[in-house]
């Protein structure tokens, strides 16, 4: 998607909820004295849950929650935290942040949890299910049509008894400096020689007045958030985050951004702009004295000049799902999805679908023909998300060929990726 600048929303865009009091909900009469809370009460709750957060997911740095995820934790964030409590004591922890990510033909309004933890002493009680439930229970009180969380393999089990299936595709591409060397050469050749003129391009660390160059260039993909200057600048100050800017006499032409936190350590998870421009960045982090050192490149699945060129001088591709997703609102996300592709939430019945919560089945059918084809949530969200190459994907595509017309096939699978800087 080239949007013009300006065109979309920026992240503070969005409707803001109307204020709500930090809001006690008793967990379980097997569990006295456990409470959810959605909110802060006030400063010192704040202060407590962030110093006992620090203190569990960044022991040695504590207090770099705070910037590591700005966009959360800043004064007028639409984040809700959500906090299993005994007495004054936080003992599991999540949050929510609403967002909506502008498509080709309109928006996806969507959640995103993270900093999920519990308390390593209180583990083993539901506590994290119960901060999770509540997440979910926020965002479609919100109107937020799917939920998403990443995670790694050790709590799959974990996430699919909350009702989130895999969904998506991601991957990583894995660099060194003779593959970007012969990326940038056009060199298939295995031995060809890694040293390159560096003269002929100039790359530099960004300052702050590339930023406005490097939104530009993130405006232009076909998913993605636009975030303003306060959320700019802030990103650009989280902790290891390293950006570089490819410039010509015009301007800046390109850019890449690696590390960020404990998260990014290693990973590019985030470029734009000219193919060359980026394999000159990444090759500024590719030092000639340790040829072994190499770097992940994340990027969509969808072929992309960088990405082949890269695959192409012998970047070796690690697959992964893109993120455990779960419908919360089926109202938002039928309404996003008529916008999105036009004719699929018309011929959708969302059955069992009691207050707006998820459907056990979604069945599709074919007005003229009277065909239909039934669906789980799962199956749904991964028509809508996954690439049409994957086996997965192939088979819930081919069950409903018969019943959507090819005008609304053709539309899926939405270009939906989240990556860099989306992710904080």
Not at 26 to 34: F, K, N
Not at 153 to 181: M, N
Request: hydrophobic share 45%; charged share 25%.
């Amino acid at each position: 998607m080239n949007a013009p600048p300006g065109s979309l929303p920026t992240a503070c865009d969005l409707p803001s909820p109307a204020p709500r009091a930090q809001r006690p909900t008793p967990v379980d009469a097997a569990r006295p004295g456990l409470r959810v809370t959605t909110g802060f009460a006030n400063g010192a709750q704040r202060a407590t849950v962030l110093a006992w957060l620090g203190a569990g997911l960044r022991p040695d740095e504590p207090d770099c929650l705070l910037r590591e995820y700005p966009l959360l934790w800043q004064a007028g964030s639409r984040a809700t935290p959500v906090t299993v409590w005994s007495g004054a004591r936080p003992l599991s922890f999540c949050m929510l942040w609403p967002t909506r990510f502008e498509l080709a033909s309109g928006g996806l309004r969507s959640g995103l949890i993270s900093l999920v933890f519990t308390d390593p002493d209180a583990r083993g009680r539901g506590l994290a299910r119960d901060a999770i439930a509540a997440a979910f229970e926020r965002a479609r009180e919100e109107g937020l049509g799917v939920v998403l969380l990443w995670s790694d393999g050790e709590l799959s089990a974990f996430y699919a008894r909350q009702g989130f299936s895999r969904t998506g595709s991601e991957q990583l591409l894995a660099i060194d400096r003779a593959i970007v060397s012969r990326a940038i050469t056009g060199d298939p050749a295995p031995d060809a020689a890694p040293a390159i003129d560096s003269t002929a391009a100039s790359t530099s660390p960004a300052t702050p007045d590339d930023w406005d160059a490097i939104e530009a260039m993130r405006s232009r993909r076909a998913c993605g958030l636009r975030f303003g200057r306060a959320e700019r600048d802030a990103l650009a100050r989280v902790p290891g985050l390293e950006v570089r800017v490819a410039r010509e006499a015009g301007g800046v032409t390109a850019f890449a951004m690696q590390g960020r936190g404990e998260d990014f350590a290693g990973v590019v998870h985030e470029w734009g702009g000219d193919a060359t421009g980026v394999l000159r960045c990444l090759e500024a982090w590719l030092p000639e004295t340790r040829p072994e050192h190499g770097l992940l490149l994340l990027a969509p699945a969808a072929r992309q000049a960088l990405t082949w060129r890269l695959r192409s001088a012998g970047a070796r591709v690690i697959r992964h799902p893109l993120a455990w997703m779960r419908i919360a609102s089926t109202r938002a996300l039928a309404a996003d999805l008529e916008k999105l592709a036009p004719g699929l939430a018309a011929r959708a019945t969302w059955l069992d679908a009691k207050a707006d919560a998820p459907p056990a089945v979604v069945r599709l059918r074919d007005e003229i023909e009277g065909g239909e084809a039934e669906l789980t949530p799962p199956e749904l969200l991964d028509l809508l998300f996954t690439p049409a190459c994957e086996p997965a994907h192939a088979a819930v595509r081919a069950r409903v060929r018969a019943v959507l017309p090819a005008t609304v096939l053709d539309a899926l699978p939405l270009p939906f990726f989240v990556w860099g800087l989306e992710s904080i």
